[in-house]
């Protein structure tokens, strides 16, 4: 982590209301650049946010507290998660004064020793996506993922397991290890891969947890069974949360991963899959009054798409009328 003393002094002005506009733009950038710097970030401001209604009350010996910190830190560094992440706190302690100090101690407690005190435990590390957020995630065994909006995954920090659990949508590219398989657990389904890449979309309130391949094989199955399906590139599976079985499906999920690339193609879609893929990138709803026009076909790419451009090219191409309702986009009209 690049100059982290600067940015270690950048947070503590924020937190105190001391930034100054180009100071801001540059914290900006930072948090922005790396997901860790952002689960810094995030984590050290929580923990600020839970003692600033105290600063009134709360005097902590900030000098006294951190030589204890720091006694600690030089006993157990070979065990902590990062050690750029140390490297400035005694001196940005110095320069927040109390309630700050208090936070950044809390945060080192936190982070590095655990709530039972044991330097040595594993610590879990987790990300979460909001609406519209997206982030890239480089693990420890050089594979990548990349998160989907309103997602949450977590793995423990040494990955030793290569294990990791996910609740929303992921895409993955998997670093290949002959003797190391990759697991993703989704609540009871469960991805195993040795290297691979491949999106799995895993929303607790969705009926089905979907698999999509594009290189490589996938095994796929409910967490017990002793009989997953091997899923090779190009196809897709669904495992149906209420029957907890799994099965390929026989077409590949249309635009499975066009939420990562931006981009939507149309060849020969139905209308059902056009709107199943409007719905899922738009967050919008759509209602088909006639089901017959289900079956009407659609053909075009989109490139960073649009959704009123879209609609119109439905409009125009399939012979249907698309009017907004309540907020529902709703389809009428025989179609074709």
Known sequence: ??????????????????????????????????????????????????????????????????EKVEARLDDGEAAMPSEAKVRSLPSLIRRLGAVAAAAVLLFVAYNWFGQTGDASSPQPLAFSTKDGEKLELQLPDGSSIWLNENSHISYEEAFAERTVKLEGEAFFDVERMEDSPFEIISGNARTLVLGTSFNLRAYPDEEE?????ESGQVKFGERQTK???????????????????????????????????AKISFDETTLSE?????????????????????????NGNFQSPVLGEILDILKISLAIEIEQKDGVFVISGKGC
């Open 209 to 213: 947890v979907e698999l999509t391949v």
């Open 1 to 66: 982590m690049k100059n982290i003393d600067r940015f270690y002094e950048l947070m503590g002005r924020h937190l105190t209301g001391e930034i100054s506009d180009a100071e801001r733009n540059d914290l900006d950038a930072w948090v922005k650049a790396d997901a860790e710097n952002q689960k810094l970030f995030e984590e050290l401001t929580g923990v600020w946010e839970l003692t600033e209604d105290q600063a009134s009350e709360f005097q902590p010996k900030a000098e006294a507290a951190w």
């Open 274 to 298: 056009v709107v199943q893929t409007l719905e899922r990138y738009f967050d919008i709803d759509m209602e088909v009054l006639d089901k017959e026009a289900l079956k009407c076909r659609m």
């Open 227 to 261: 009989k997953p399906i091997f899923v090779p590139a190009g196809e897709s599976a669904v495992l149906n949360k209420e029957t907890k079985k799994a099965k390929k499906v026989r077409q590949k999920i249309a635009n499975a991963t066009s939420w990562k690339s």
